[in-house]
């Protein structure tokens, strides 16, 4: 059993090991008398306790990083749970020591003592070790850190032969267009040499016609 498997539920006392989920409800496990039972998700609704978050004046802050603080200071939190004298500013003055910067217009007096009887239980079932959730953050910064940087070596490789590859084929329709150019070029000298060839052959032509017409004279 983990504490990741750890729920709340809504009109239930205490907390509960998800066993199984099921298209309308699921089955838990006390975590008080270890009994099985079945909750229906039409008239309950479960909380992984690892989702909960508590209200604070700047960023909330994960249950399970409170629960972690409590355990340096639970000596008091037994005493105060049975003392039926505490008075609300009891819990509040406690729990300030545990989260200084929590809300106190947003936490209740009861939901501080529903994180302590939680404390209560998840220590009974020894379901206070939390390292597990630190190791995760991490290893997964080490991860995304090694990502980026791979991400980072290689986009540089990928835009030189993109860029490569956009200028090849633009520089081959320029080929082209030179060749072509060349090519009419070349294609342009012997139709200029005909024409100028038909010309002299025209200014030839006219003195051979005054001849023949002197001829005649």
Wanted: glycine fraction near 2%; charged fraction near 35%; charge should be neutral.
């Amino acid at each position: 059993m983990e504490y990741r498997q750890i729920v709340a539920v809504t009109g239930l006392t205490g907390l509960y090991q998800l066993v199984s989920t099921k298209n309308d409800g699921a089955l838990v496990r006390s975590l008080t008398d270890k009994s099985i039972k079945f909750v229906s998700s039409r008239v309950h609704q479960i909380t992984p306790l690892e989702s909960i978050e508590i209200y604070t004046y700047s960023e909330n802050v994960r249950l399970h990083n409170v629960l972690e603080s409590m355990k340096e200071n639970d000596a008091s939190i037994a005493a105060l749970i049975a003392n039926k004298k505490a008075s609300s500013s009891d819990f509040r003055a406690y729990f300030a020591t545990v989260l200084p910067e929590f809300d106190q217009e947003r936490v209740y007096v009861s939901d501080i003592k529903k994180v302590m009887k939680w404390y209560e239980l998840l220590k009974a079932n020894d379901l206070l070790n939390f390292e597990v959730y630190t190791q995760e953050v991490v290893d997964m910064g080490d991860v995304v850190l090694e990502d980026q940087e791979a991400e980072v070596v290689e986009e540089a490789p990928k835009k030189a032969a993109k860029k490569a590859v956009k200028e090849e084929s633009e520089e081959k329709p320029a080929k082209k267009a030179a060749k072509k150019a060349v090519k009419e070029e070349g294609e342009e000298k012997p139709a200029k040499k005909a024409a100028k060839k038909a010309v002299k052959e025209e200014g030839e032509e006219k003195p051979a016609k005054k001849t023949a017409k002197k001829k005649e004279d």
